[in-house]
């Protein structure tokens, strides 16, 4: 099992960027593909970018695509999310997620297919 920690999530002016660390404790992240998602007031939780578990693959939802970069530091046994360019329509609670029945290519982009959560770091972009 492994616990995760979202961190890095403030107030940013529109334009800003940011980068939001996912640390993880109790086991390694070789064994998980890692997403990113994020919730809205109101809104449905959604998926922003995940990486295989090899880290070879990434991919990104649309609305992020070209501002946003996944990365993962297995020796430090966290993830990272590079948040450029952004926009008021950024704000929300992000999380990071945990998948361990993925091949090692794979990315899985479906929330129903993580195993463990964050408890969300909250990113405000003002206009």
């Known amino acids: 099992q492994v616990q995760l920690v979202e961190s890095g999530g403030q107030l940013v002016q529109t334009g800003g960027s940011l980068r939001l660390s996912c640390a993880a404790s109790?086991?390694?992240?070789?064994?998980?593909?890692m997403g990113w998602f994020r919730q809205a007031p109101g809104k449905e939780r959604e998926f922003v970018a995940a990486?295989?578990?090899?880290?070879?693959?990434?991919y990104y939802a649309n609305s992020v695509k070209g501002r946003f970069t996944i990365s993962r530091d297995n020796a430090k046994r966290t993830v990272y999310l590079q948040m450029n360019s952004l926009k008021p329509e950024d704000t929300a609670v992000y999380f990071c997620a945990a998948e361990s029945r993925s091949s090692a290519l794979d990315v899985p982009t479906r929330s129903t297919g993580y195993d463990y959560w964050g408890q969300g770091t909250q990113v405000t972009v003002s206009a």
């Open positions: 990486m295989s578990r090899s880290g070879t693959n990434s």
């Open positions: 109790g086991r390694t992240l070789s064994p998980y593909a």
